[in-house]
């Protein structure tokens, strides 16, 4: 079935999540330019970590209703009343030590009595750090999970620079109390306060085509290690999903799951595509694309394979995971049912010949780049295409360097295959979605970006 956001097993990146279960407290810092996502991921960490810790979520900017508008499972999600029977008091004293900013004129002095000497208080005036403590004591003896939403927000709600306040909840409640803060920050020029964070995220968005391409940098994570420095990632339905791909073989596999490719396939509802392919993306991807169009297809189908994917490998692969035989024109090597020679296209490959072989109302696949090989010259190609979309439904397979790229081939709909980073992707005027396999390869994920 379509990805539709519940699949939640690795939202995020597994560097973020080590770096939080590990013994002690830690901190996070996450910036980034506006509409980069710094709210959705901070949502989403608390979100894949809450069952290992008590988490709680403070906004300076926006209201929990315009938040549970915008992230329907965040309700649910922040709505756990926490009562323990314990309560450990934490150490206030750099909260206290704000008194310095009253002197010198940020926020209004405020200070009671104790012993003679007068104590300033900064905590009672800022209800929001005050929150903060008391969640942590309230929480212990299971550790806490905090974020604040904005750190700048609290500064210039109190007049209190950011890296004082980010310095002393680290100094009280990280080291001293061992909690977990995640840190957001709304300008992405907070350059200067780095170093107060165990941990640094920067969120960055470019235009990438006619969409936006989303990525990630994992810039430190204290004592702990990063594999992967650098994620593409999705927001798609008010998730943050940080995409990895993972290479697999399909002649490692004993069963693949293409349901979602199936869907897509189905959705297009069309009788002629051409699939233009770049050099970058994986050939696993496109031998899971090929077998889903095969296995959509009640009849036979023939297949003219394109020179990465041989056409005996493609009937092994159809007999092993669909139980399918398809028919091959190509090269003698090949296995091939139907002998390509060279001479002429529309002799070799007339719907006499291929009625014969798949019957009418089938598939024909067509690879550009080996009837290039066969043939030099493609002036007929069209011709070939409109004569055979007489009786079948033909997909065309053309590789993006193609020299008779941009030709007009008579087709429907023309889709792309390409790479954004490291992450395969489809892409028309209609669709952008990542294909991501899963559990080894034997599942095929299609994930909507935005």
């Known amino acids: 079935m379509p990805w539709n956001g519940k699949e939640r097993d690795k939202m995020i990146p597994e560097e973020i999540v080590r770096f939080f279960q590990r013994d002690g407290g830690h901190s996070l810092l996450i910036k980034g330019e506006p509409g980069s996502g710094k709210t959705t991921f901070a949502l989403e960490i608390l979100n894949q970590l809450k069952d290992s810790f008590e988490i709680h979520y403070i906004s300076t900017r926006v209201a929990d209703e315009v938040l549970f508008l915008q992230f329907p499972w965040l309700k649910d999600l922040l709505s756990k009343e926490i009562k323990s029977p314990e309560r450990k008091k934490v150490n206030r004293e750099e909260l206290n030590k704000l008194e310095g900013l009253i002197e010198e004129g940020f926020v209004e002095e405020k200070a009671k009595f104790e012993g003679g000497e007068a104590v300033f208080e900064v905590g009672a005036m800022l209800p929001e750090m005050e929150e903060i403590y008391d969640f942590v004591e309230g929480v212990y003896p299971k550790k806490a999970l905090v974020c604040v ?53 920067s969120l960055h968005h470019e235009p990438w085509d ?54 897509y396939i189905d959705s297009l509802n069309v009788n002629s595509i051409n699939f233009v392919i770049s050099q970058e993306f994986p050939v696993e991807i496109l031998q899971s694309l090929l077998l889903t169009l095969i296995h959509r297809n009640d009849k036979k189908s023939l297949i003219i394979p394109p020179t990465t994917y041989p056409g005996n490998v493609i009937k092994t692969h159809a007999e092993k995971f669909l139980r399918k035989d398809v028919k091959i024109a190509g090269f003698s090597k090949e296995q091939a049912d139907i002998i390509l020679e060279g001479r002429d296209m529309l002799i070799e490959l007339s719907s006499d010949i291929i009625g014969y072989h798949i019957g009418d109302r089938s598939l024909v696949i067509i690879s550009v780049d080996t009837m ?79």
């Open 210 to 263: 006619s969409c936006w391409k989303r990525y990630m940098f994992i810039k430190k994570l204290r004592g702990s290690p990063v594999k992967k420095s650098k994620y593409i990632y999705t927001l798609y339905n008010g998730h943050l999903n940080a995409l990895e791909y993972d290479n697999f073989s399909l002649d490692s596999l004993d069963s693949i799951d293409l349901s979602e490719l199936i869907d």
């Open 372 to 450: 290039e090989d066969v043939y030099g010259n493609l002036r007929d190609l069209p011709r070939l295409i409109d004569r055979i979309k007489a009786n079948h439904r033909v997909v065309v397979i053309t590789p993006q360097g193609s020299s008779y790229l941009g030709r007009n081939l008579g087709v429907e709909r023309t889709i792309y295959l390409e790479r954004m980073e490291n992450i395969p992707v489809i892409k028309d005027a209609k669709i952008l979605k990542a294909v991501i396999p899963r559990d080894g390869g034997r599942k095929i994920s299609l994930i909507p970006l935005m």
């Open 149 to 201: 939403d904005s750190i700048d927000g609290l500064s210039e709600k109190y007049g209190i620079p950011a890296d004082r306040i980010l310095y002393t909840l680290q100094k009280d409640l990280v080291e001293g109390g061992f909690a977990n803060i995640i840190f957001v920050l709304e300008s992405s020029s907070f350059a200067n306060i780095e170093y107060l964070g165990d941990g640094v995220v």
